[in-house]
C-alpha cells in the first residue's frame, strides 16, 4: 500500500524565513496531494493541495511543488509568522481510493519571534 | 460549506466500557466515511473506510471486532469502542468526501481517555 514520508520531523525557523517541508510517497498512481496545518486537540485544517497534473501551486506565503517521476513533494512557507508554529502533515490518496489519505509523520514547525 | 459533526469530543470511562462515536455529515450526503485515530504527538492513522449501506473495510491490523462501525445512513458513521482499554485512549478523527475545493471533511474529533 502507499507509504508517505515526511522530514523533517522538527523544524524552528527565525520570523520571516522561509520553511520548507518534504515528504515522499511510494505509490506511482497516487494523485492527489494536501498539506494539513493542526494545533494540538483540533481537527487537521487544509492549507494547501495539488493534483498529479500539476508541478506547482501557490496561495500567498504557501506553496507546493510535486515531482511525480522522484515521487516527492515539499511544502514551502515563505516570511514566516509566529502563527505559523503549529504541525504540519502532508498525505496522498493512493490509487486505491480517491477518498482515503495517507499521512506523514508530521513536522512540528517552531517560528521564533 | 460542507460541515461534519462529530461527537462526543470527549470521553473519560472506565476501563471495560463501550464508547459510541458519531460522525455526521450535515449539509451533504457520504456515501463512504473515513476513522482516523491519532496518539499524543504522532499523525494520522487511518483505521477504516466506512461504507453507506455495507461493511466497513478495515485498514491492515486493525481488529474489526474491537471497532465496530456501522454506516446505517448517507449522513451518519458511528464508531464503536468495544471493551475500551486504557492502551484505546488516543484522538478519534472522522472525515467525509464533500467536493468541491476541499475534498476531505474533518469532525471535530474526540479524545477518548480510558481509566
Known amino acids: 500500500g502507499e507509504n508517505v514520508e515526511q522530514h523533517p520531523s522538527t523544524l524552528s525557523v527565525q520570523e520571516g524565513d522561509s520553511a520548507v517541508i518534504k515528504c515522499t510517497y511510494s505509490?506511482?498512481?497516487?494523485?492527489?496531494f494536501p498539506w494539513y496545518k493542526q494545533e494540538l486537540g483540533k481537527r487537521p485544517q487544509l492549507i494547501i493541495d495539488?493534483?498529479?497534473?500539476?508541478g506547482e501551486k501557490k496561495d500567498q506565503r504557501i506553496a507546493v511543488t510535486l515531482n511525480k517521476t522522484a515521487k516527492h513533494f515539499s511544502l514551502h512557507i515563505t516570511e514566516t509568522q509566529p502563527e505559523d508554529s503549529a504541525v504540519y502533515f502532508c498525505?496522498?490518496?493512493?490509487?486505491?481510493?480517491?477518498?482515503?489519505?495517507?499521512f506523514g509523520q508530521g513536522t512540528t514547525l517552531q517560528v521564533k519571534p | 460549506g460542507a460541515v461534519v459533526s462529530q461527537h462526543p469530543s470527549w470521553v473519560i470511562c472506565k476501563s471495560g466500557t463501550s464508547v459510541k462515536i458519531e460522525c455526521r455529515s450535515l449539509?451533504?450526503?457520504?456515501?463512504?466515511m473515513f476513522w482516523y485515530r491519532q496518539f499524543p504527538k504522532q499523525s494520522l492513522m487511518l483505521m477504516a473506510t466506512?461504507?453507506?449501506?455495507?461493511?466497513?473495510?478495515?485498514e491492515q491490523g486493525v481488529e474489526k471486532d474491537k471497532f465496530l462501525i456501522n454506516h446505517a445512513s448517507l449522513t451518519l458513521s458511528t464508531l464503536t469502542v468495544t471493551s475500551a482499554h486504557p492502551e484505546d485512549s488516543s484522538f478519534y478523527i472522522c472525515?467525509?468526501?464533500?467536493?468541491?475545493?476541499?475534498?476531505?471533511?474533518f469532525g471535530d474529533g474526540t479524545r477518548l481517555s480510558i481509566l
Open positions: 472525515s467525509a468526501p464533500g467536493g468541491g475545493s476541499q475534498p476531505q471533511h
Open positions: 466506512s461504507n453507506e449501506g455495507s461493511k466497513a473495510t478495515y
Open positions: 495539488i493534483r498529479s497534473n500539476v
Open positions: 449539509d451533504f450526503q457520504a456515501t463512504t
Open positions: 505509490d506511482s498512481a497516487s494523485n492527489y
Open positions: 498525505a496522498a490518496t493512493p490509487s486505491s481510493n480517491t477518498g482515503k489519505l495517507i
